[in-house]
């Protein structure tokens, strides 16, 4: 199968001009059809990744409506497949019509036979270049099974991903370390899903949105009676969470005297709801996230030791987007994908200018700020590409503070930095990757081996 030509399906119901087109393209596998019926029937059988159409089909032959209906179907039934519309001299119009209807291209008759072979063979290549775009993206789904709905292709993300595959079938306590926005919720929930724990329920909580007062009733729950206001009885999040997992998300927050509490319930695994007197057990796992440094918290008495270790058995540092060089790119894509189809369905992709910005801005915000200004320029955009203006992105600069002074590690962070980014804009394709890189296949392929950024 591997040396199987590539199939090439020609509408049209000259039969003169049928052999002509069949005897040009050798290369092909050609198949012939003459009228809507038997375009679509080959269409579903032999799914050819081109097709020539020439508007101009019985029962209307004079005109465009079959042809149009042919084209719409197509659309319809395979919408890769990349269609290529016939026009007649002073039928420009139908043919602009074509392109807006899904066609890739078009030709004007009388034909010739090499303009229109050089248009069919970039068709092909353009198919097969997003036929290998959706093979990776399976395939890197396949590998992510625990980053779940979080794109990435930094191998830093994937060693976090690991490390979370490797934990997620123990019950130990597991603590997530990063800048706000970086996804540490999303990867709990990732570790709850590849668990034993899955068929059970997640429950987040967010310490820092809680007021004090009303944070230890959400975590341990309530008698009915137990202060004003409590007309009957509440389980907390640690309870609700049974058989599963609680995320307790900016566990900084908790203030000292609820600590001692909370470390009495990993050490006893009982909870004692407020104004009640009977110990509930409660098997719950906890996975908890702070972009605050404990450690400084632990040295200045603001946090419990005893507390810290209990909850850090594990402890996973989540990179920020600006260490996860590509990854902006990819994520931006993903983003318009989404929000494009929800709110503006003409947006398309972004510039290469926008790219470039994207690219270079340090996303201090990470990845929530990331699809912020995504939806935005969604929302913005007046065309079917993004801008930078759409974007709200300034000149994007590259900051590189730090570099290390040797100049082979300077050489060495820079290339694969690069490399990363060009992959990301390509969408994982060699062979874009390389021409866009000023470089040949096999060079790219030496450095990809070079720098360990295979996947």
């Not at 997530?176 to 059970?200: C, F, I, Q």
């Amino acid at each position: 199968m591997a040396n199987a030509k590539p199939k090439l399906l020609v509408v049209e119901d000259d039969e003169g001009l049928q052999a002509q087109l069949k005897w040009a393209y050798d290369g092909f596998d050609v198949l012939i059809a003459g009228d809507r019926e038997s375009a679509l029937t080959a269409l579903r059988a032999e799914a050819p990744a081109v097709v020539t159409l020439d508007l101009g089909l019985p029962p209307d032959p004079d005109g465009t409506s079959e042809g149009f209906a042919v084209l719409d179907a197509i659309m319809a039934l395979k919408p890769d497949t990349k269609v290529i519309v016939a026009s007649g001299h002073g039928a420009r119009d139908s043919a602009l019509q074509a392109i807006q209807r899904g066609a890739y291209d078009f030709y004007q008759k009388p034909i010739d036979i090499e303009a229109l072979g050089l248009i069919v063979d970039r068709a092909l290549q353009l198919h097969e270049i997003e036929d290998e775009n959706r093979r990776l993206a399976d395939r890197v789904g396949e590998d992510r099974t625990v980053l779940g709905t979080m794109i990435t292709a930094a191998p830093e993300m994937l060693k976090v991903s690991r490390m979370i595959e490797r934990v997620a079938g123990t019950s130990v306590s597991v603590m997530l370390l990063g800048a706000s926005g970086t996804g540490k919720e999303l990867l709990a929930r990732g570790l709850h899903d590849a668990s034993e724990r899955r068929d059970a329920p997640f429950v987040a909580i967010n310490c820092a949105a809680i007021p004090e007062n009303l944070l230890e009733s959400e975590l341990f729950g309530h008698e009915k009676g137990a202060f004003t206001g409590a007309v009957k009885t509440t389980e907390g999040k640690i309870e609700l969470a049974h058989g599963g997992t609680l995320f307790l998300d900016e566990v900084g927050d908790i203030p000292l005297q609820l600590q001692v509490k909370l470390l009495r319930f990993l050490q006893e695994r009982t909870i004692e709801r407020i104004g009640g007197r009977k110990p509930i057990p409660v098997d719950t796992r906890i996975v908890c996230a702070t972009h605050q440094d404990l450690e400084t918290m632990i040295g200045e008495a603001s946090f419990r030791e005893d507390l810290f270790y209990r909850l850090a058995e594990i402890v996973v540092k989540i990179p920020t987007l600006s260490e996860r060089a590509g990854d902006s790119v990819l994520l931006a894509k993903a983003f318009l994908t989404r929000h494009a189809k929800e709110m503006n369905p003409q947006v398309q992709g972004f510039t290469p200018d926008a790219l470039a910005a994207i690219d270079g801005w340090a996303w201090p915000g990470n990845v929530r700020e990331l699809e912020n200004r995504v939806k935005r320029s969604v929302i913005m955009a007046d065309g079917k590409l993004v801008t930078p203006e759409d974007l709200d992105l300034a000149d994007a600069q590259d900051e590189e503070g730090g570099l290390p002074l040797n100049l082979k590690s300077a050489r060495e962070r820079s290339d694969r930095k690069v490399i990363r980014q060009a992959l990301a804009r390509t969408d994982g394709n060699i062979s874009s990757t390389a021409k866009l890189l000023g470089i040949s296949r096999p060079t790219l392929y030496d450095l990809l081996k070079q720098y360990d950024l295979q996947s």
